[in-house]
């Protein structure tokens, strides 16, 4: 089985993405600049790696058959970072994988962007530079390489976290998926330079998700019965529209659909509610796999 390594692989998104590899049977190892603290991510190789150290990702690649480069500094760290250190870490970081991954020959790469990417700040221009590096590589190299534009996926309080997943939100188990589906593409040549956007998939009717905060309600209701009442009850805000992608062209070329949405949390609300659980104080994703 190939082995894969990724990076910032102690972090939020990084431990789902090890755990989706793990369970898919693939070899893992971990770079980050601290080991996972999970138990379960103990027993997997660990290399400390700072991606701003050429020497310590030259250490890294050597000998895996793909890269997750996850690694990154965004503005919602709290306590928050320089704008030098987000530069550093995101530019300077992944042009020092991508050059590693030249010079051990390494031709499937998966690369964690961001729906930030653009030009309103450091973290979103950075994204932007990254996405060019790897554009030069594959032009260089022939690498097939994802580039994975993830939506939201920063842990926040449950309640929070489900009415993000009907704006700019997902869960990071369907990041996970799509990345690794995304390295299964890129070692099977199936891609050569990809990029999709990474965000939920509601299974709404296009009026509901053009007219949510009228017709969203009734349409949880139908899906889920009690969700009007759960709505009101945890007062959740509805917003007027829901924000959806067309995810098709991921699901043909990937094999990957996400699985988790504003249904899916609404369920599990109302069984929670049942079982007269207090929701309140609940983090997301500590609480949930």
Request: net charge negative; with cysteine; aromatic share 8%.
């Amino acid at each position: 089985m190939a082995k894969i390594l990724v990076t910032g692989a102690s972090g939020n998104g990084g431990q789902a993405v090890c755990r989706a590899f793990q369970q898919d049977g693939f070899i893992v190892r971990m770079a980050d600049v601290f080991p996972p603290q999970a138990e379960d991510l103990k027993k997997l190789e660990f290399i400390r790696c700072d991606t701003r150290t050429p020497a310590d990702v030259r250490r890294a690649v050597e000998g895996v058959d793909a890269v997750v480069h996850l690694a990154a500094w965004h503005c919602a760290h709290n306590p928050p970072v320089s704008d030098d250190t987000i530069f550093a870490v995101n530019v300077d970081g992944t042009f020092n994988v991508l050059e590693a991954c030249r010079q051990e020959g390494i031709q499937s790469i998966v690369y964690a962007s961001s729906m930030a990417y653009g030009w309103w700040s450091v973290y979103g221009v950075s994204k932007v530079i990254g996405e060019d590096l790897c554009k030069a590589y594959h032009e260089m190299t022939n690498a097939s390489i994802a580039i994975l534009r993830y939506h939201e996926f920063i842990p926040r309080p449950y309640l929070e976290f489900g009415e993000r997943l009907l704006r700019n939100g997902v869960d990071r188990r369907d990041v996970a998926a799509a990345t690794v589906a995304s390295v299964k593409a890129a070692l099977e040549k199936r891609i050569g330079l990809f990029r999709t956007i990474v965000h939920t998939n509601h299974g709404m009717p296009a009026q509901v998700i053009q007219d949510f905060r009228n017709l969203g309600p009734a349409w949880c209701e139908e899906q889920v019965p009690g969700a009007r009442e759960l709505l009101v009850k945890y007062q959740i805000p509805l917003p007027e529209q829901v924000e959806q992608h067309d995810l098709s062209e991921a699901a043909e070329v990937l094999g990957w659909k996400p699985q988790i949405g504003f249904l899916d949390f609404l369920r599990d609300l109302k069984e929670r509610d049942e079982r007269e659980i207090d929701v309140t104080n609940l983090w997301v994703p500590s609480e949930l796999p």
